[in-house]
Nanobody
Framework: QLQLVESGGGLVQLGGSLRLSCAAS????????MGWFRQAPGKEREGIAC????????LYADSVKGRLTISRDNAKNTVYLQMNALRPEDTDIYYC???????????????????????WGQGTQVTVSS
């Protein structure tokens, strides 16, 4: 069964850190680019980070650059999002995603557009208090 399962969300204070995990099953992550998105109620889902199938390239939204880091451990079939220096505006539901229609993704780059992904996890809530 194909599945992406996010975990690691929770409540953290201003300036704190969290590490989100996205565990994949039913397919091997080493053949696919992966992305992290976030969405607040009533807002568009925002692509905040992506990583190529081999981890060679990572790209970030300006709003998170320097504070969030995407990484992957293909041996564990898991992608991570290390979140540091968190702010109240980072409060959202965080989703991981992949594109199972595109083997190796875009190879030497990745994309953060919602339409570049076709398989999603259920999300994990991150709340940052001030």
């Amino acid at each position: 069964q194909l599945q992406l399962v996010e975990s690691g969300g929770g409540l953290v204070q201003l300036g704190g850190s969290l590490r989100l995990s996205c565990a994949a099953s039913g397919f091997s992550t080493d053949s696919y680019a992966m992305g992290w998105f976030r969405q607040a109620p009533g807002k568009e889902r925002e692509g905040i980070a992506c990583i190529t199938y081999n981890g060679g390239i990572t790209l970030y939204a300006d709003s998170v650059k320097g504070r969030l880091t995407i990484s992957r451990d293909n041996a564990k079939n898991t992608v991570y999002l290390q979140m540091n220096a968190l702010r109240p505006e980072d409060t959202d539901i965080y989703y991981c995603a992949t594109n199972l229609s595109r083997y190796y993704g875009y190879r030497h780059t990745c994309r953060r557009g919602r339409n570049d992904y076709d398989y999603w996890g259920q999300g994990t809530q991150v709340t940052v208090s001030s």
